[in-house]
């Protein structure tokens, strides 16, 4: 096992992932950029370095700093958490060829499965279904005759795309010109890589995704599914597990399809396979992230398997000790991501004046808050994670409400009152939603 860890990343998760060090006596190390510096993960952690400035290319997504300062303080190994550099391949490999251990699957498969178009023909070949679509597209020209193939509406995006970025939808050949150009652009602008390509849009659906993790000695675990489809702009902001549209006998073929696709790529480490299901119950693969999930919590509780330090164990060698049957998937959990509202307006010198945080059996808010702190501007607007979990849904769904009602966070503005009123929606409590879900909400 590692004796010394560092954390290339801040806010709520490298608080996380401090706490799963200190549990399982590894020294932590925090990394930090000069606006951070008041942050409390520096102070939990066991030591600290400045990696550079305000600007995320200067500090967060600096891969020499962050090496430099491995090394200077005797790492064996580091966690890139989610965000900043956790998928990407050129750090992963600058880990390995620096002797220290990156923390997630190897380089070549987060490059792999971060090449969209490359991950859908692997799981072709594999036998998992995929959403009908094409290859890359190289011109407009080409695009239109797509398009006209797959029959509209169709999707078109970005071959190195996450977090909802270098998505267009296109109604009609009406709106693809302007559609592929700007899709193409921003891929270039967010990814370096402007490749695109086309997937027929379903709608309804439901975004699932399937919890797994793997070790080198070809040991998979299928930890339950999440339900993903409340989301704002592509980006979730509630999630849950169970679903409530998986029964016993669809939950095994989406199982199935994940471990198969977690074997076909020789996959190690934690990771999220995501689908679609349509309301045939017909269910398509759409990407694996190659990260720790920012909803991996809602997967802890009801699974009681710490994913983070399974990262860990299985980035030191360790087999899972558990089997597929080992798994024992009970009650329900929601996590509601709270958010500043406008981060760029509000975050400058915006500190907190008041901070309370919920409380109660088997209720969690993973956090970077603290009262004084000062919100600062230069990276996401997420501020932290209420997690509840219960025996049915209804009493979780009842928690969740109670938990918001009590969080207080003054001096910034956020979305609490929005993720109330998501949790008293018709459709959010008989389960009957999909991922139009905030649009049709006015």
């Known amino acids: 096992m590692f004796s010394k860890i560092l954390i290339a990343n801040r806010g709520e998760v490298a608080v996380r992932i401090i706490r799963a060090c200190k549990e399982m006596g590894i020294i932590s190390v925090a990394v930090y950029s000069e606006a951070d510096k008041e942050s409390i993960h520096i102070s939990m952690a066991d030591e600290c370095v400045c990696v550079g400035g305000a600007l995320s290319k200067d500090s967060y997504l600096n891969q020499q700093a962050i090496i430099t300062a491995a090394q200077l303080h005797g790492c064996e190994a580091i966690h890139p958490g989610y965000g900043f550099l956790a998928e990407n391949a050129q750090f992963a490999n600058l880990c390995k060829e620096n002797g220290i251990v990156f923390i997630g699957p190897p380089a070549e498969l987060i490059a792999q499965m971060g090449d969209k178009d490359a991950a859908r023909r692997m799981m072709q070949k594999a036998d998992v279904p995929v959403v009908p679509g094409s290859d890359l597209i190289e011109s407009y020209e080409a695009a239109v005759q797509e398009a006209a193939r797959i029959g509209y509406p169709i999707l078109i995006k970005a071959k190195a795309g996450g977090g909802g970025r270098g998505i267009r939808l296109v109604e009609s050949e009406d709106e ?44 998979v675990l299928a930890l339950g599914e999440r339900e993903c489809s409340i989301q704002l702009k592509n980006q979730k902001i509630l999630e849950e597990s169970p679903s409530t549209a998986i029964d016993a006998a669809l939950r095994e073929k989406l199982f199935s399809y994940a471990i198969k696709a977690v074997k076909a790529v020789k996959y190690t480490n934690a990771g999220t396979i995501e689908f679609l299901l349509d309301t045939e119950n017909n269910i398509y693969f759409m990407e694996m992230n190659t990260r720790l999930q920012v909803e991996h919590p809602v997967t802890e509780m009801i699974t009681g398997i710490d994913i983070v330090k399974w990262q860990i164990r299985i980035a030191a060698g360790v087999a899972l000790s558990y089997k597929q049957s080992d798994i024992r998937i009970g009650g329900c959990a929601i996590e509601c991501r709270i958010n500043a509202s406008s981060m760029q307006a509000e975050g400058t010198g915006k500190g907190i004046e008041f901070f309370h945080v919920p409380g109660g059996p088997a209720v969690r808010f993973d956090t970077f808050l603290y009262q004084g702190y000062k919100i600062v501007p230069f990276y996401d607007s997420l501020l932290g994670k209420v997690i509840v979990y219960a025996k049915t849904r209804e009493e979780a769904i009842r928690k969740m409400q109670a938990a918001l009602c009590e969080l207080v966070i003054e001096g910034v503005e956020t979305n609490i009152v929005q993720q109330t009123d998501i949790l008293s929606e018709e459709a959010f409590k008989t389960g009957q939603y999909y991922t139009n879900f905030m649009e049709n909400r006015g």
């Open 176 to 219: 693809l010109e302007n559609a592929f150009l700007t899709a193409t652009a921003e891929a270039k602008s967010a990814f370096g890589d402007g490749s695109v390509y086309m997937e027929k849009y379903l709608s309804p659906v439901k975004h699932i995704e399937v919890q797994v993790l793997a070790d080198e000695y070809g040991n």
